[in-house]
């Protein structure tokens, strides 16, 4: 495995090539004044500068709504398993730990092989940020840069990447690239400086404890009444979970077709801010108030999914949620330092 | 076992609901494969009398229309009512906001007074008889229609979103209106259209009503936190969202 580096446009020149190839390229791109990960048919559409994209590239591995297995009425079933190869270009660091996050979570217990076929066949070539979006927290979350889960990492340094190969797929693309020549002691250097810039910058609401504390935190504060004083404004839309790249909830779903005998079992996205996300046979809802579905998420985050994961925190401080949601109530770093001003810790 | 016979109204309306099942081509041969329609004035000249699904679209505006819908409704084994109009009253319901004779006057003129003009409060379907479904929207998306209409014909409860437009707004990578300060009345609206209004850079108009529990308390604060008005926001509503 190498640490190479390119020029820019010697880079461009690769991603072209890549998008000519029979590969399956997807990368972030311009959506108005705004970014979205989509399908790369010119090179020159990439933009490795973006600040945050509108949703999480996890709509890669968990799609908005997905066809899990085609069954007969009464009668027998078959699985539908995703076989698609893709390359997907521009992934930033929070979103990186977010995804490593989510394959733990997706191939512990029951492994979900919907959503692990389609991540082992995804090549990541993960970048580090050039431009800080206006909400992004990353720093205080520990997620401004990221050192596993891609095939390589790239980093800007003036006119030219550190192109980081981590893994053999990675490798096999860098050999691809020409004019890749192997990093220099000032190249490492002018990328250790960009990792240390984002680590300072890419933090524009300021936890104030190491994330670590978090569970211990929550564990004082299920009866705080923050958690009524912000869902008095919830609008229950879900938008908060819709766009976190750690949200993973699905609702299964059937459709028969025409012929009534034959269907498709589906699954879209859930979120647990919507009034029936916890709703149950018998038309039970346990957690019918606001301020109950506003508190779940935010001990998602901080507690119940670190519980499962060795501690890793399940906010990556990406701020996507604070900047979706219409109310102005979802920011954790916010809802985390009321809690952290207010409460007795010993 | 026999087919399910259908039977197909309208009153107050447009129509364009009726539109939307005919336009759903191929599928309409599925559909007319499964049940028997026995009343259809849009497509067929046939009346009947015995059906077991009435589906209505329109409001119910004039006190003959609500006679005629309560006979449909101790005919019909199962009532839908068919897009907006019937769903939560729609356009139609604007005129609520006026007085009835100023509208008779301006709508009819010099006829105003003649007795099948005799138009009163609008009125959404399930505020004159009990409804079974509700297909949603101005106009309704055919294969929501089609969805609905086979979840039944195999016993099971149709899936109706009651979660706002937002989720599918979002699961589209749309930008929020809410980023320019915009009025979208998307957080309090009723998904099940794929959000097509704001996909296309416009507002949500609210077309199928709100959620069952839309958070109205919050709309004061919220707005101003855009520096916008609750009146801003309720002028947006007179559209769809008229009591
Ligand atoms: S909780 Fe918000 S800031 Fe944290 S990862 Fe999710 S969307 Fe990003
Ligand atoms: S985005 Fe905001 S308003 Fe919507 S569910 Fe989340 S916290 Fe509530
Ligand atoms: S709901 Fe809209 S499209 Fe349907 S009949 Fe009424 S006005 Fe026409
Ligand atoms: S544009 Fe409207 S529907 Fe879409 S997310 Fe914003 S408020 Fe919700
Ligand atoms: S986005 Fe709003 S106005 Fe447009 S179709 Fe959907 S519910 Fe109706």
């Known amino acids: ?346 | 076992m026999s087919k399910p016979r259908v039977a197909i109204f309208d009153f107050a309306c447009c129509e364009g609901c009726q539109l939307q099942i005919v336009n759903l081509e191929e599928e309409i041969l599925n559909l007319i494969d499964l049940v028997d329609v026995v009343e259809w004035r849009e497509a067929m000249s046939e009346q009947s009398h015995e059906y077991d699904i009435a589906i209505i679209e329109g409001s119910i505006t004039r006190p003959e229309d609500a006679q005629k819908l309560e006979v449909i409704r101790s005919r019909a084994k199962i009532l839908i009512a068919l897009g907006a109009c019937a769903t939560i009253g729609g356009v139609n319901k604007i005129k609520n906001n006026f007085d009835l004779n100023e509208v008779r006057e301006c709508v009819y003129g010099k006829d105003a007074q003649m007795p099948h003009l005799n138009t009163e409060v609008t009125k959404a379907v399930d505020e004159v008889v009990e409804v079974d479904f509700k297909i949603h929207g101005c106009p309704i998306e055919g294969s929501e229609f089609a969805q609905i209409i086979r979840s039944l014909l195999v016993g099971k409860t149709p899936f109706v979103p009651d979660y706002p437009v937002c989720v599918e707004c979002k699961a589209k990578e749309t930008i929020c209106r809410y980023e320019y300060n915009e009025i979208c009345l998307g957080p309090i609206s009723r998904a099940g259209c794929g959000a097509p209004c704001p996909t296309a850079g416009w507002r949500c108009f609210g077309c199928r009503g709100t959620v069952d529990d839309p958070n109205v308390e919050a709309a004061q604060e919220v707005m101003e936190k855009y520096d916008l008005t609750v009146d801003d926001l309720k002028q947006k509503m007179v559209l769809f969202n008229t009591k």
């Open chain 1, 1 to 346: 495995m190498s640490v190479s580096t390119v020029t820019k446009e010697q880079f461009k020149s690769f991603v072209a090539a890549l998008v000519d190839s029979d590969q399956n390229v997807v990368g972030v791109q311009a959506k108005d004044d705004k970014f979205a990960f989509g399908e790369l048919t010119d090179a020159n559409a990439l933009r490795l500068d973006y600040d945050v994209t509108i949703l999480p590239p996890k709509k890669y591995m968990l799609p908005q709504r997905e066809a899990l297995m085609n069954f007969e009425v009464a009668g027998a079933a078959e699985s539908v398993q995703p076989d698609e190869k893709m390359v997907l270009l521009g992934v930033h660091p929070y979103d990186m730990i977010a995804i490593n996050q989510m394959d733990e979570l997706f191939s512990q217990g029951e492994y979900d092989t919907h959503y692990m076929n389609r991540r082992n066949n995804i090549t990541i070539i993960a970048c580090d940020v050039v431009t800080d979006s206006k909400n992004v927290f990353a720093a205080s979350m520990n997620s401004a840069t990221c050192d596993t889960g891609y095939d390589i990492l790239l980093t800007a340094i003036g006119d030219a990447y550190v192109v980081d190969a981590a893994t053999d797929k990675g490798q096999a693309l860098v050999d691809m690239m020409s004019g890749a020549n192997e990093a220099t002691d000032a190249d490492l250097k002018k990328r250790e400086a960009v990792h240390e810039k984002n680590i300072a910058a890419l933090n524009k609401h300021e936890l104030e404890c190491k994330p670590s504390f978090l569970p211990k935190l929550l564990e004082k504060a299920y009866d705080h009444p923050v958690w009524e004083e912000r869902a008095r404004l919830c609008y229950s839309c879900g938008s908060c979970n819709q766009v976190c790249p750690t949200c993973y909830c699905f609702d299964v779903q059937d459709e028969v077709n025409w012929d009534l005998k034959t269907g498709t079992r589906c699954r879209a996205w859930d979120g647990c801010l919507l009034t029936n996300f916890a709703t149950v046979a018998g038309d039970h809802n346990f957690r019918k108030k606001r301020a109950d579905r506003f508190r779940h998420r935010l001990y998602r985050k901080g507690k119940y999914v670190p519980g499962k994961i060795d501690g890793q925190i399940a906010c990556v401080g990406c701020g996507r949620c604070v900047t979706a949601c219409t109310a102005k109530i979802a920011n954790p770093v916010e809802v985390y330092n009321t809690i952290l001003e207010t409460t007795e810790l010993r």
